[in-house]
């Protein structure tokens, strides 16, 4: 079955960079639309960028300015490019994709495990 692999979090100081990319393996037919989310401790999960298939990408407020979603469809990975960072952008970082599985009949989501983003001084 699909696996959503996330990597490339760590510590960072604030106005640092990181940048996060997520990768899918297995039987992946197709992939869609791929988005972060991101979940801080007792808040909720917010999306933080998609991309579609075609490219077109869309951001949270949070991110706006700061945050570049890109992807490689060839390697069937997601990228988060996460610049001027903030001691409120930490939190787990999760990918999602949305896509068709070789034997399936149609697109679901996957999720990956989630890698740690923090931010401090």
């Known amino acids: 079955q699909v696996q959503l692999v996330e990597s490339g979090g760590g510590l960072v100081q604030p106005g640092g960079s990181l940048r996060l990319s997520c990768a899918a393996s297995?039987?992946?037919?197709?992939?869609?639309?791929m988005r972060w989310y991101r979940q801080a401790p007792g808040k909720e999960r917010e999306l933080v960028a998609r991309?579609?298939?075609?490219?077109?990408?869309i951001y949270g407020d949070s991110a706006k300015g700061r945050f570049a979603i890109s992807r490689d469809s060839a390697k069937n990975t997601v990228y988060l490019q996460m610049n001027s960072l903030k001691p409120e952008d930490t939190a787990v970082y999760y990918c999602?994709?949305?896509?068709?599985?070789?034997?399936?009949?149609?697109?679901?989501?996957?999720w990956g495990q989630g890698t740690q983003v923090t931010v401090s001084a």
């Open positions: 297995g039987s992946v037919f197709s992939i869609y639309t």
């Open positions: 991309i579609s298939s075609s490219g077109i990408t």
């Open positions: 999602n994709a949305g896509l068709r599985e070789r034997l399936g009949f149609s697109v679901q989501p996957y």
